[in-house]
């Protein structure tokens, strides 16, 4: 019972250094569940020591082990705690860091390689595309009545100021993403 005494305080100290809320009615009501929790395993482990039967000198063993803990243990405890902790947390970010240099990056990389190649093809072909457009009707504009010609012009025109304007629209967006993921970066840095 001396050590279901300093178990209990010992994971009470866990507790507060790692899961304690600091919204007071949320502290107290999961510090309640807490107590119940403790109490049960508690309950459990003089269960298995001794039937479960409640006697006087294993409630004064129980207080005999939180004083030992507070007395003896809880200044080393804290300590190892809290280096467990700041390992813990480097590791997890050592590890998150490494995952995201070994893996994300690479993705992101030939992603951009593939969208790069593909946007390049598309303005090939779309010069391309131009160029044929452009000889055809060099081809055929001696055939073309003026007032078709004029109607195909306009419509030419049109489409062209779509496309561009799309295009626009497209390089923007492009742009202030990568520039507002260098500013999230930047933060993140700071």
Not at 154 to 170: F, G, P, Q, V, Y
Request: with cysteine; glycine share 4%; proline share 2%.
């Amino acid at each position: 019972m001396v050590f279901a005494g300093v178990l209990s305080v010992g994971s009470f100290d866990t507790y507060k250094r790692l899961l304690r809320p600091h919204v007071y009615w949320q502290q107290y009501a999961i510090d309640l569940l807490f107590f119940l929790t403790m109490g049960s395993f508690v309950y459990y482990l003089l269960f298995l020591a001794n039937g479960g039967i409640l006697r006087f000198y294993l409630v004064i063993a129980f207080l005999l082990g939180i004083s030992a803990y507070y007395a003896l243990f809880q200044n080393v405890f804290l300590k190892v705690l809290d280096v467990t902790i700041r390992i813990v947390v480097h590791l997890y970010n050592t590890i998150t860091n490494l995952i995201n240099l070994l893996l994300v990056q690479p993705i992101v990389w030939i992603l951009l390689l593939v969208f790069s190649i593909i946007v390049a093809i598309g303005r090939f072909l779309l010069k391309l595309l131009q160029l044929i457009i452009k000889v055809l009707f060099a081809l055929i504009s001696p055939f073309i009545p003026r007032i078709v010609k004029k109607h195909l012009n306009s419509l030419a025109h049109t489409c062209d100021n779509e496309i561009r304007r799309w295009w626009k629209m497209l390089r923007s967006w492009w742009g202030n993403r990568r520039k507002t993921s260098v500013e999230k970066k930047g933060n993140e840095d700071e």
